[in-house]
């Protein structure tokens, strides 16, 4: 196999999805202008259109029905493959599946259907890309094109854009999920959400099956290629493990939190994340924010990229991108050495969960790519769970679930539970074990009660570890946006709005009881009224009323640990980021059961400044980014580093990027701490063991 992914760092794609003349002519493609752009970017990576989102080629394609962009009158991908085998820079060809406008319009037949028999167009701001079904005619022309693609011009990596199954009314699709399902496919929005998971089920599958075809037939063509999809890590575990490296675009806020999804969904994969976000060609970022987007994607231990479109309609390109990704790769060449064979230091455990992806969902997107870039309300959690780790700085991992052993909980001092609405019965005898030896446990909302195919549970799956009776989901002030408000009824203190205040919670709560003994650390008030056409008070939400005497937060001890369950959907409200007092409530329970990282980075500044941890077997690598270029169009000035707290000894403390600099480290009884120094844009930090 090509093992270029295994070492790259540095990708570009030059995106554009051109129709034909006269809109864009691409008649002034130089090889040498474009062998200055790499040289100019320092690229190491290159991702090159083979077959774009108007279905156009840009080499000479046999395969019947296919179109040549008529502009390239010559055949392009072999000039820039042999430019790229010279420089060895890697070669990486992109394909898209289901986007295909040229296609869709020549053969009706191949177009995705809706229920009435209509086609599915992505109706986007400037886009309108018509969707084929690979469950016709389609699926051969692509695969035989991509045969051609592999076999002429020997890539380093296939790449499949736009590659989900969207959810497709034609004779085939639908009489293909009548043979697996015994009954018709739905077709009501009301029908489609009550078989979501099998709906979903039959797609994912749809997608599997197809991949499956596709690699065995490239694959016998060329063994060595490497086969990878956009999107990897919102793809559903079996997906995952087909691929042999995983690609992302930032779904989730940004670059920062993106990458360390990515990462985490894709351990030994070499993840890559694209785009780095800061590029719009003609209207240009500073180069202080595309410094700021790629350094972000490495420091969290992914491969970097970027997508822009530099190439003019005429085939010529607009350097100035060139220049400045060539200033940001730069920096993420220099800082290499300490990107390579780490691993992230285990402290905050996040579960992920493929299962409850299809749970809660408001409505099913029949545009696969929309399905993801809509998300689902677990994903939703799980950021608002990486948001919180990453305020408290602590070090944090994202644990697919059909990946955690019993071996692997034991390394972390705390595990959250972010809406993971469907806890089976392995994973749920592996969070007790993990408790009762003396583990902590956050859990929140409507997590294990659920089953798979979207049924729900009269109490969590997990509520001997909860300490929590049956549920009942309260939805009933769901137009009030907050539905319910806090009160403290135990003896302990809480910082933040929790000491002078009764904040709100979200737009539902759960109803349930205290088992055991589990005890109530805070109660549910509930607003005064329900808003609707004849009742409501002011100009917000209704303030609070009286005590409902439901439990909020409720601690339960389990052997020698511990667990936390908040009735509330805690998670979600912190990605929502219109909630002030969530970091303090985690950070309150976090300092409660006394935990101590084995490295943590405390700052004044928790907002600006992002802080990553790795370690090799004889160092730990403290990445600091500064957010202030994201925030002010790349403005900088210093910020303080803060200090570095670890609860180990170390030898010795050295900051090896941007510049060298010893570190004092001051030891104490329980560990050490180094002050680290002010920065601009970013440090990295080396501490010996």
Known sequence: MSEKYTTTKRCYLIDHHSPQPPDVLLNHLDIHEYEAFFDTANIDSLMVYCKDHWGVTYYPSNVPG?????????????????????????????????????????????????????????????????????????????????????????????????????????????????????YPLPESEQDILAHKADIIQFLNNNAKEFLAELKERVKAIDPTLAVTINF????????????????????????????????????????????????????????????????????????????????????????????LLGTAFTEIEKMEPYLTDRSPVKCVGIIQSDLSMSVNLPALQPDAILRMKRHNPHQNAVLGAMQLCEHAKLPFMVLPERTITEEMLKQFDVLLLPEVFVIENDLAQLLKDYVSAGGLLISSGQSGLWNADSTRLSASSISDILGTGSAKIHTEYQANQWSGYLKNISERSFSGLLSCTTPPISEHFIETTCTGSAKALLSILLPCVGCDSEHWVNWWSPPPGSDSNFPALIHNKLGTGNCYYMAFDFFTMVSLETFQYPHDLFYDLITSEQIRPAIRNKTETPDIIRTAYFETADSYIVHQISMIPKQFHGDVFPIS?????????????????????????????????????????????????
């Open 66 to 182: 296919s179109q040549q962009h008529k502009g390239v009158q010559k055949d392009w991908i072999q000039e820039v493959s042999n430019l790229l085998k010279k420089k060895n820079i890697e070669f990486v060809a992109y394909y898209c599946i289901e986007y295909d406008e040229g296609a869709a319009r020549r053969f009706p037949d191949w177009r995705v259907k809706c229920a009435d028999g209509s086609s599915l167009i992505r109706d986007d701001a400037f886009a309108k890309w018509s969707l084929c079904c690979y469950q016709t005619g389609y699926r051969e022309y692509c695969l035989q094109q991509l045969e051609e693609i592999v076999s002429r011009y020997s890539p380093d990596a296939l790449f499949l854009d736009i590659f989900g199954a969207s959810l497709c009314y034609c004779d085939n699709c639908r009489r293909k999920f009548e043979t697996r399902f015994h």
């Open 232 to 323: 990897s890590c919102h793809y559903p575990q079996e997906i995952r493990d087909m691929l042999d490296y995983q690609f992302s675009e930032p779904l989730l806020k940004d670059n920062w939190f993106s990458s360390a999804y990515a990462r985490d969904t894709a351990v030994g994969h070499y993840p890559i994340l694209v785009p780095g976000e800061a590029s719009q060609v003609y209207n240009y970022s500073s180069v202080n924010e595309y410094v700021c987007d790629l350094s972000s994607i490495a420091a969290q231990g992914c491969r970097t990229g970027m997508y822009s479109g530099s190439q003019h309609i005429d085939g010529t390109l607009d350097f100035q991108e060139a220049r």
């Open 641 to 689: 580093g803060g200090i570095l707290e670890l609860n180990v000894p170390v030898s010795k403390a050295k900051l090896v990027y941007p510049e060298e600099q010893t570190l004092e480290v001051h030891s104490e009884e329980n560990g050490s701490h180094i002050h680290l120094p002010e920065f601009t844009l970013q440090q990295i930090i080396v501490c010996k063991k």
